[in-house]
C-alpha cells in the first residue's frame, strides 16, 4: 500500500518555466511534509518542509502548498534553471520521529 | 556534503553471498536510518536504531540485519543476495527531537549482485 501517491513521474520544463509536482497521503496522522531533492550519484538532500498548519511556504524559487481538507501538497519551482534538473520526492512522516514515507519520485528535466 | 558518509561506494558481489555496508552518522545525530532505492519501488524504508538501539522497522528481509554501534556507526547486513537485491542503499542520520528531525542522507552504497 503505497502511502503518499506522486505525479507526474517524470517533466520537461523549458527554462524560466514553473516546475509542478504534486503529492497526495492517505493517513491523516502525517504532520510533517518535507520535499528531497537527489541528483545522480547522489543522496537526496532535503530541499524544503512545511507542516499542517501552514497552507504555504516559500523558500526562494521552491514553495510548498498544502491542502489539508484535500490531503495533497505540491512543490512548484518558479524561474526553473536547468540546475534544478534532478528527482525530487516528496515524503511524509508521522509525529516523533518515525519514519518517513516517500512517494515515487518525479525526474524533471529544464530545458534551455 | 550531508556529513554522513558510507562504505563502499560500489559492492559487485554474486547470488548467494554476504556484504556488510557502512554508515557514520553525522556528529551528534544519534538516530540512523537505511534505505533501499530500486528503479521500480522508489526510497523504501528498511530499518531505523537509535543510540544503539532499533526503533523502527519497515520493510525489511528477514536476510537482511542491522546494528549501531557504542560510537554510533551502523552496519546493514545483507545475506543469501539475490538478484533483486541490486540497488542503492541509503542511511540518513538525525538528531532526534519532537518531530522536528530532518533526516540527512549519505551518498549511498549502489549494489549490484550478479
Known amino acids: 500500500q503505497q502511502q503518499v501517491k506522486q505525479s507526474p513521474q517524470s517533466l520537461i520544463v523549458q527554462k524560466g518555466g514553473i516546475s509542478i509536482i504534486n503529492c497526495a497521503y492517505e493517513?491523516?496522522?502525517?504532520?510533517?511534509f518535507p520535499w528531497y531533492q537527489q541528483f545522480p550519484g547522489k543522496g537526496p538532500a532535503l530541499l524544503i518542509a512545511i507542516r499542517p498548519d501552514v497552507s504555504e511556504k516559500k523558500e526562494g524559487r521552491f514553495t510548498i502548498s498544502f491542502n489539508k481538507s484535500a490531503k495533497q501538497f505540491s512543490l512548484h519551482i518558479m524561474d526553473s534553471q536547468p540546475g534544478d534538473s534532478a528527482t525530487y520526492f516528496c515524503a511524509a512522516r508521522g509525529s516523533g520521529n518515525t519514519p518517513l514515507v516517500f512517494g515515487k519520485g518525479t525526474r524533471l528535466s529544464v530545458i534551455a | 556534503d550531508s556529513g554522513v558518509t558510507q562504505t563502499p561506494k560500489h559492492l559487485i558481489t554474486a547470488t548467494g553471498q554476504r556484504v556488510t555496508l557502512r554508515c557514520s552518522p553525522r556528529s551528534g545525530d544519534l538516530s540512523v536510518y537505511w534505505y533501499q532505492q530500486s528503479l521500480d519501488q522508489g526510497l523504501q524504508f528498511l530499518i531505523q536504531y537509535y543510540n544503539g538501539e532499533e526503533r523502527a522497522k519497515g520493510n525489511i528481509l528477514e536476510r537482511f540485519s542491522a546494528q549501531q554501534f557504542p560510537d554510533l556507526h551502523s552496519e546493514l547486513n545483507l545475506s543469501s543476495l539475490e538478484l533483486g537485491d541490486s540497488a542503492l542503499y541509503f542511511c540518513?542520520?538525525?538528531?532526534?527531537?519532537?518531530?522536528?528531525?530532518?533526516?540527512?542522507f549519505g551518498p549511498g552504497t549502489r549494489l549490484l549482485v550478479l
Open positions: 493517513n491523516t496522522a502525517f504532520d510533517y
Open positions: 540518513a542520520s538525525s538528531v532526534q527531537t519532537s518531530g522536528r528531525a530532518t533526516q540527512y
